[in-house]
């Protein structure tokens, strides 16, 4: 197997971060960014890497998340087919197969349609949509799920569905900015890291002003989390985050 300068520098950042890893959280996200830099670049060399993949299928797949202040329990139907009843807020439902094609997706509430969409589908894809806005600003906000994680580490991306809320920054505490300058409905790239717990911040973009502390943040092995912040800044229900895992 070639190794390159690009893998000889992915290994000693993985052992600064590994230092890091206890002591300084903020130190070992660092250090640990510039690993999996390398490393990519390394990996483009030898056109392979251990992955943890779900398993090859040709079907999609839809979740839905209520993301909806203030609005009640709602069913969703895909196709004209009821998939989903009850969905409450900050709840997600499970998975459920779609065709990989054109998908009608509708939000029902005591038999009243609320807004309609259509998803159009890849073969093999994963993805969430979010019921979001306030009820009568609804919006679906569709994303791409990638449950495939490098072996025994795990990644990390944030979603904003906070309607009323400025622009922000994901840190570490007192630390550096992780994911920097996300606007409502936007959502970061995911981010490799070592499984760790750690204690994160939603500041204002741009600012050191906590929007809203994250503490104890784990992060177990083999796993994509997306953090999703929901409700609202000036009202309520109030500004809180959802774990979706992956």
Do not use: C
């Not at 052992?15 to 390394?42: E, N, R, V």
């Not at 329990?73 to 065709?99: C, G, P, Q």
């Not at 070592?194 to 796993?223: F, H, Q």
């Amino acid at each position: 197997m070639v190794h390159d300068e690009n893998y000889y520098l992915a290994v000693q950042y993985q052992l600064l971060a590994d230092y890091y890893k206890y002591s300084d959280p903020q130190q070992h996200i660092y250090f640990y960014q510039k690993h999996i830099y390398h490393l990519q670049k390394w990996v483009k060399t030898i056109k392979s890497v251990p992955t943890r993949a779900a398993p090859p299928n040709n079907r999609s797949q839809l979740r839905i998340l209520h993301a909806s202040p203030g609005l009640m329990a709602v069913d969703v139907h895909v196709n004209n087919k009821t998939v989903w009843k009850d969905l409450r807020y900050t709840n997600s439902s499970r998975y459920v197969d779609i065709e990989p094609t054109n998908n009608q997706i509708e939000v029902i509430q005591n038999g009243q349609k609320l807004i309609t969409g259509t998803l159009q589908a890849n073969t093999g894809m994963s993805y969430t949509i979010a019921i979001a806005g306030t009820k009568d600003k609804l919006q679906l906000i569709p994303i791409i799920d990638d449950s495939t994680v490098p072996q025994s580490e795990s990644k990390l991306r944030f979603w904003h569905l906070s309607p009323d809320a400025p622009s922000v920054d994901i840190a570490v505490k007192k630390g550096d900015v992780v994911f920097s300058d996300i606007s409502y409905s936007g959502i970061s790239d995911y981010l490799g890291l070592t499984p760790m717990t750690v204690d994160l911040e939603i500041r204002v973009a741009g600012t050191k002003d906590i929007v809203l502390p994250l503490n104890r943040v784990s992060l177990k092995p083999d796993v994509a989390y997306t953090i999703v912040a929901v409700g609202l800044v000036e009202n309520s229900p109030s500004l809180e985050v959802i774990f979706l895992a992956p």
